[in-house]
């Protein structure tokens, strides 16, 4: 299975970054998809995750609260692919965002040793 990053780059505070990560491989179950996130010098964080739904609804997402209300997680099941629209960013947005996947069936959300797939990276600096 891989995961392939795009979307990163160079942005000034208050600009906009779009992340994709689509997935490829054949015999994987993929119910969670998401985004974690590791600046220099700090741990990995979770950023934000979406599970593999039929219907549409807010509790099939998790956000962080450092970016509640500025970052949307949207899923394209048919292409296995998951976005991040990055909205309002601030310069502590800045790090390396990678993207995860999960098999988790369960209620709740994962912890990060139970994500078996994971991408390359794609670097975001927000910065004037």
């Known amino acids: 299975v891989q995961l392939v990053e795009s979307g990163g780059g160079l942005v000034q505070p208050g600009g906009s970054l779009r992340l994709s990560c689509a997935a490829s491989?054949?015999?994987?179950?993929?119910?969670?998809m998401g985004w974690y996130r590791q600046a220099p010098g700090k741990e990995r964080e979770g950023v934000s995750f979406?599970?593999?739904?039929?219907?549409?609804?807010?509790?099939?997402?998790w956000y962080a609260d450092a970016v509640k209300g500025r970052f949307a997680i949207s899923r394209d099941t048919a292409k296995k692919t998951v976005y991040l629209q990055m909205d309002s960013l601030k310069p502590e947005d800045t790090a390396v965002y990678y993207c995860?996947?999960?098999?988790?069936?369960?209620?709740?959300?994962?912890?990060?040793?139970?994500?078996?797939?994971w991408g390359q990276g794609t670097q975001v600096t927000v910065s004037s």
């Open positions: 995860a996947t999960a098999e988790w069936a369960e209620s709740g959300w994962p912890p990060e040793y139970e994500y078996d797939y």
């Open positions: 491989g054949s015999g994987i179950s993929i119910n969670v």
């Open positions: 979406i599970k593999n739904s039929l219907t549409s609804t807010n509790g099939d997402r």
